[in-house]
């Protein structure tokens, strides 16, 4: 089972982004465990480190490109 965890991440205030990302671990840690064919996916680790890599005037339409297909192949979004 493929899971995606849909979150925002561009407004979460800069005082409140810890906690946030370490629950959204959390989460996919739990969701990932309830059973041992889950695949679970995010934007936090599974699109934004790599769109570091890229050129700033690309980002916008990669984040928005990747985010969609996982969201597309995920059978569960959460």
């Not at 064919?37 to 936090?44: E, I, S």
């Amino acid at each position: 089972m493929k899971i995606y965890i849909a979150c925002g991440l561009t407004h979460v205030p800069r005082d409140l982004f810890p906690h946030y990302t370490e629950y959204l671990h959390s989460l996919a840690q739990a969701l990932g465990a309830l059973r041992s064919d889950c695949l679970v996916k995010y934007a936090l680790l599974n699109s934004d480190p790599q769109l570091a890599e890229k050129p700033p005037e690309e980002r916008a339409s990669l984040c928005y490109a990747w985010d969609r297909r996982m969201v597309e192949e995920a059978d569960l979004v959460h």
